[in-house]
């Protein structure tokens, strides 16, 4: 392998570049093993095709590079195509404790090597704690600190997480360049993991490795010696990940009718998630429908409601389409059915930010949810009644 090859090159394609950092099996960053500190740092095993490292940045959500996915010629949005395993919180990975969860979905940035992985559940407590986002960025001979779990100078597949010292070279809008050393280099499996500032003897993250010459890891040719990396740019991100963490939607709507209103999560992998109402708590969640990922925010294809349409005392699933449609999705106990069409015209209604907002309640006492159309413009407030299969056309109740 030539000095050349080892590099993972900016001008070449994300998933061309990414086969060298990330299709090797489980690889860490030359540097000293540590074991203290750094609870927020994650393994990401994807399938048996790659493994990387991440950062744990809210309680549900880990950061890490988005071509650790696609170097494997995996999709990076949605539910991952392969299996995907990551482990939190567990500096040596022969011991328990920690955090090993499942993969549930992928939210890529759309212009850098970023792609923020949704855990299954949320990872809370002092044990482990996400990491806060730098909000300046790296300065030109700053010295981070860099950790994964990818290979050393000795070992494929290390079980332990290490950790060395970059001196930042230069940057760009998206990007830091750094400088490695002899003791200080990131080798294959370090593709997503954290470089570091510590602010008041804490940890923030600054950026996140995207890829590297290699020099003195196991492996490469010798002859290369260089221990520069590239890494992605997060000082300037924490409105995305903000943004992409609150997509997720949850609605208190009584589903299986006892007169108790149960929690409705909308999850970002388009599942539409029950968990009972149980007195003094909620029950684990039930999957009742699938395909709503891009009916989270209303920006989108549309927006979802919960509401008792039928009369039965159980809230049905109300779909707002970005054409303007209304459908009722009739429950069934474990499920939504197919639906019907309801009402049409409504697609400036869906954010709020336009012409106006819709909301669901019953206005008329009899048991089934009316449509409540809010526009903005005259600030008017009107009901549309419930006629059993379409609501009426309104009447005027209040202007606000």
Same mark, same amino acid.
């Given at each position: 392998?030539? +000095?050349?090859?080892?590099?993972?090159?900016? !001008?070449?394609?994300?998933?061309?570049?990414?086969?060298?950092?990330?299709?090797?099996?489980?690889?860490?960053?030359?540097?000293?093993? &540590?074991?203290?500190?750094?609870?927020?740092?994650?393994?990401?095993?994807?399938?048996? +095709?790659?493994?990387?490292?991440?950062?744990?940045?809210?309680?549900?959500?880990?950061?890490?590079?988005?071509?650790?996915? &696609?170097?494997?010629?995996?999709?990076? !949005?949605?539910?991952?195509?392969?299996?995907?395993?990551?482990?939190?919180?567990? *500096?040596?990975?022969?011991?328990?404790?920690?955090?090993?969860? *499942?993969?549930?979905?992928?939210?890529?940035?759309?212009?850098?090597?970023?792609?923020?992985?949704?855990?299954?559940?949320?990872?809370?407590?002092?044990?482990?704690?996400?990491?806060?986002?730098?909000?300046?960025?790296?300065?030109?001979?700053?010295?981070?600190?860099?950790?994964?779990?990818?290979?050393?100078? !000795?070992?494929?597949?290390?079980?332990?997480?290490?950790?060395?010292?970059?001196?930042?070279? *230069?940057?760009?809008?998206?990007?830091?360049?750094?400088?490695?050393?002899?003791?200080?280099?990131?080798?294959?499996?370090?593709?997503?993991?954290?470089?570091?500032?510590?602010?008041?003897?804490?940890?923030?993250?600054?950026?996140?490795?995207?890829?590297?010459?290699?020099?003195?890891?196991?492996?490469?040719?010798?002859?290369?010696?260089?221990?520069?990396?590239?890494?992605?740019?997060?000082?300037?991100?924490?409105?995305?990940?903000?943004?992409?963490?609150?997509?997720?939607?949850? &609605?208190?709507?009584?589903?299986?009718?006892?007169?108790?209103?149960?929690?409705?999560?909308?999850?970002?992998?388009?599942?539409?998630?029950?968990?009972?109402?149980?007195?003094?708590?909620?029950?684990?969640?039930?999957?009742?429908? *699938?395909?709503?990922?891009?009916?989270?925010?209303?920006?989108?294809?549309?927006?979802?409601?919960?509401?008792?349409?039928?009369?039965?005392?159980?809230?049905?699933?109300?779909?707002?389409?970005?054409?303007?449609?209304?459908?009722?999705?009739?429950?069934?106990?474990?499920?939504?059915?197919?639906?019907?069409?309801?009402?049409?015209?409504?697609?400036?209604?869906?954010?709020?930010?336009?012409?106006?907002?819709?909301?669901?309640?019953?206005?008329?006492?009899?048991?089934?949810?009316?449509? %409540?159309?809010? !526009?903005?413009?005259?600030?008017?407030?009107?009901?549309?009644?419930?006629?059993? &299969? %379409?609501?009426?056309?309104?009447?005027?109740?209040?202007?606000?």
């Amino acid at each position: 392998m030539t +000095k050349r090859s080892h590099f993972l090159w900016a !001008t070449s394609a994300v998933a061309a570049f990414a086969a060298v950092l990330t299709t090797a099996p489980a690889n860490a960053l030359v540097g000293t093993p &540590t074991t203290t500190g750094l609870n927020f740092v994650a393994k990401i095993n994807v399938g048996d +095709k790659t493994s990387c490292t991440g950062s744990l940045v809210a309680e549900q959500w880990v950061l890490t590079a988005a071509s650790c996915f &696609t170097g494997a010629g995996i999709s990076t !949005t949605g539910k991952p195509a392969l299996p995907t395993k990551v482990t939190v919180g567990r *500096s040596d990975l022969t011991q328990t404790g920690g955090s090993v969860q *499942s993969a549930l979905a992928l939210v890529p940035h759309a212009e850098r090597d970023l792609v923020l992985v949704r855990l299954s559940e949320r990872i809370t407590g002092p044990a482990i704690t996400p990491v806060p986002l730098a909000s300046t960025p790296a300065a030109d001979g700053e010295q981070l600190s860099k950790a994964g779990f990818g290979r050393t100078r !000795t070992e494929w597949v290390p079980t332990k997480l290490h950790a060395g010292t970059f001196t930042v070279a *230069s940057r760009t809008d998206t990007t830091v360049n750094l400088n490695g050393s002899d003791t200080a280099t990131v080798c294959q499996g370090d593709s997503g993991g954290p470089a570091l500032r510590t602010v008041d003897g804490s940890p923030q993250l600054v950026s996140v490795t995207s890829r590297s010459w290699q020099g003195g890891c196991l492996g490469v040719d010798p002859a290369e010696t260089r221990t520069g990396a590239v890494d992605t740019r997060v000082d300037d991100l924490a409105g995305w990940v903000k943004e992409v963490v609150a997509r997720e939607k949850v &609605t208190p709507a009584d589903i299986d009718g006892d007169g108790k209103d149960d929690l409705v999560l909308q999850r970002i992998d388009g599942s539409v998630v029950v968990h009972r109402n149980l007195g003094t708590s909620f029950g684990p969640g039930t999957v009742m429908s *699938s395909g709503w990922g891009r009916f989270v925010t209303g920006t989108d294809l549309g927006r979802l409601y919960f509401a008792d349409i039928t009369g039965d005392n159980k809230a049905d699933l109300i779909v707002h389409t970005n054409d303007g449609n209304i459908a009722v999705r009739k429950n069934m106990g474990t499920y939504f059915d197919g639906g019907t069409h309801w009402s049409a015209g409504w697609g400036r209604f869906l954010t709020g930010t336009d012409q106006g907002r819709l909301r669901f309640g019953d206005t008329t006492g009899d048991g089934k949810a009316d449509m %409540y159309v809010h !526009t903005i413009q005259n600030g008017e407030v009107a009901v549309r009644t419930n006629m059993g &299969t %379409y609501f009426n056309s309104g009447t005027r109740m209040i202007t606000l």
